[in-house]
């Protein structure tokens, strides 16, 4: 009888210690109304201006995305603010994904890889949309046609209540529940990470 006592002891003890292994403040912030309707949804917060993100989508987001739980859905906002051109990039990124989730990587890989790998810089808005399109393969007047659209202009409403998340930590950004604004800065492994979003999808 002892020895059970203090095995289920233990255990609490165990669970009480995993429990109090994330704290808000140091390893997530309650965004409040900062936050934004998204339940049971992991959202990344990004724009493919910031480098940052860039090594996140290419280092830890694949598996990431493939460890989340069952039923937890994921979607990335692409802010329009970030210079330069933001507005112009969200645009292109967001016809694509109206189009197919192909267009959509292929647009957003390209401008990653163009502005943070070959370290170039677009001249004008025309140039960062029609490099864009070229690269989703989307023909300038379909563009036209379908960026004024209400699916389109809905997107980009939806991706744009990133911005306050992003005033807080800065991007990337990832947002558990819409409430939760989990802080990458403390974060030390791929599972620390898993671990984490699991715990804050629970609250």
């Given at each position: 009888?002892?020895?059970?006592?203090?095995l289920?002891?233990?255990?609490?003890?165990?669970?009480?210690a995993?429990?109090?292994?994330?704290?808000e403040?140091?390893?997530?912030?309650d965004?409040?109304?900062?936050?934004?309707?998204?339940?049971?949804?992991?959202?990344?917060?990004?724009?493919?201006?910031?480098?940052?993100?860039y090594?996140y989508e290419?280092?830890?987001?694949p598996?990431?995305i493939k460890?989340?739980?069952?039923g937890?859905?994921?979607d990335a906002?692409?802010?329009?603010?970030?210079?330069?051109?933001g507005?112009?990039?969200?645009?292109?990124?967001?016809?694509a994904?109206?189009?197919?989730?192909?267009?959509y990587?292929?647009?957003?890989?390209?401008?990653y890889?163009h502005?943070h790998?070959?370290k170039?810089?677009?001249k004008?808005?025309?140039?960062?949309?029609?490099?864009?399109l070229?690269?989703?393969g989307i023909d300038a007047?379909?563009?036209?046609?379908?960026?004024g659209?209400?699916?389109?202009?809905?997107?980009l409403?939806?991706?744009?209540?990133?911005?306050k998340?992003?005033?807080?930590k800065?991007?990337?950004?990832?947002?558990?529940?819409g409430?939760?604004l989990?802080v990458?800065?403390?974060?030390t492994s791929?599972?620390?990470?898993?671990?984490?979003?699991?715990?804050?999808?629970?609250?």
């Open positions: 009888m002892k020895r059970i006592l203090t289920a002891a233990a255990s609490l003890l165990a669970l009480t995993q429990a109090a292994e994330f704290s403040g140091k390893h997530y912030i965004l409040k109304d900062q936050g934004f309707n998204a339940p049971n949804q992991v959202v990344k917060v990004y724009s493919t201006n910031c480098p940052f993100c090594k290419k280092a830890v987001m598996n990431y460890n989340l739980p069952d937890v859905d994921y906002y692409h802010i329009t603010t970030k210079p330069p051109f507005l112009e990039k969200a645009t292109v990124v967001a016809v994904k109206t189009l197919g989730e192909k267009q990587k292929k647009v957003k890989m390209a401008y890889k502005i790998d070959d170039i810089k677009f004008s808005s025309e140039e960062a949309t029609s490099f864009g070229k690269a989703a007047a379909d563009f036209e046609a379908k960026k659209s209400a699916e389109v202009s809905a997107l409403t939806k991706w744009d209540q990133g911005l998340v992003a005033k807080v800065g991007i990337p950004a990832i947002v558990v529940n409430q939760y989990i990458t800065q403390s974060i791929m599972k620390m990470l898993d671990d984490l979003t699991a715990e804050l999808l629970t609250k």
